[in-house]
């Protein structure tokens, strides 16, 4: 069983930065696909970005393409979220979700694809 938790959400003004982290627990986290998803109020869980077990594979969202960045330290079980260029529509929680596999790229997107979830970190981005 792995126990995510993430940090470094908080309040920032359009146009700057966040860096979120989600911290692992458990010996296994190399074995596990990440993923970091959003949920906005009244809406649905969205996917953001996701990493392959060895780092050597990501995919964002459309939405974030080019100003969010998804990678991972498998030596200290750590996936980060670097976000750029943050929007007001960015607010959100933000959720980090560990998948046991097996990797499928049609199926990374989707929520029901993960078997471990975060608390989550709230993003408020002002404009």
């Known amino acids: 069983q792995v126990q995510l938790v993430e940090s470094g959400g908080g309040l920032v003004q359009a146009g700057g930065s966040l860096r979120l982290s989600c911290a692992a627990s458990?010996?296994?986290?190399?074995?596990?696909?990440m993923g970091w998803f959003r949920q906005a109020p009244g809406k649905e869980r969205e996917f953001v970005a996701a990493?392959?077990?060895?780092?050597?594979?990501?995919y964002v969202a459309d939405s974030v393409k080019g100003r969010f960045t998804i990678s991972r330290d498998n030596t200290k079980n750590t996936v980060n979220l670097q976000m750029n260029s943050l929007k007001p529509e960015d607010t959100a929680v933000y959720y980090c979700?560990?998948?046991?596999?097996?990797?499928?790229?049609?199926?990374?997107?989707?929520?029901?694809?993960?078997?471990?979830w975060g608390q989550g970190t709230q993003v408020t981005v002002s404009a």
């Open positions: 979700a560990a998948d046991r596999g097996p990797f499928f790229v049609t199926t990374i997107r989707t929520p029901h694809s993960y078997d471990y």
């Open positions: 458990g010996r296994t986290f190399s074995s596990y696909i």
């Open positions: 990493i392959t077990c060895s780092g050597g594979n990501t």
